[in-house]
């Protein structure tokens, strides 16, 4: 049933339930997981003191490290760009057959100024999409 199982990071606190669901299901089926970390093209303050590059090469080295533990077959990738955009262009390039992707919670005005990759990418993704909410 899946054979390829994207995780989209970005090494934040977030996504560790979905790295979990996501390395059980691949587990289960015998499918590589894809962990993609996507730099946004933003610049900005905090840019400058931070390198994320690195951060993002790290939140898919712990997916990998976890996969390997797990012996789960894993592939990894770091892009630049927008990042429902190379999420969903990955996972096209790829043959994805479901991305699992952890959310922030957020709510109200916070969700309607800041937006979601997750929801962007469940309303125009052609393979179905996995959203896992971080624990409380």
Same mark, same amino acid.
């Given at each position: ?24 299901? #691949? ?26 590059? #690195? ?56 969700? #309607? ?24």
């Amino acid at each position: 049933m899946y054979e390829h199982i994207l995780i989209p990071t970005d090494g934040s606190e977030n996504v560790a339930q979905a790295i979990d669901n996501g390395i059980a299901i #691949a587990d289960e089926f015998g499918a590589t997981v894809h962990a993609l970390s996507v730099v946004p093209y933003v610049v900005t303050r905090d840019r400058l003191r931070h390198d994320p590059e #690195a951060e993002a090469e790290r939140a898919v080295e712990a997916i990998e490290q976890r996969c390997t533990e797990d012996g789960v077959d894993v592939r990894t990738e770091v892009r630049t760009g927008n990042p429902p955009e190379e999420v969903l262009a990955y996972s096209e390039d790829h043959d994805i057959d479901v991305i699992i992707m952890g959310t922030h919670g957020r709510s109200g005005l916070e969700h #309607a100024i800041i937006g979601s990759v997750a929801e962007r990418v469940v309303r125009r993704s052609s393979v179905p999409v996995l959203t896992v909410r971080p624990e409380d």
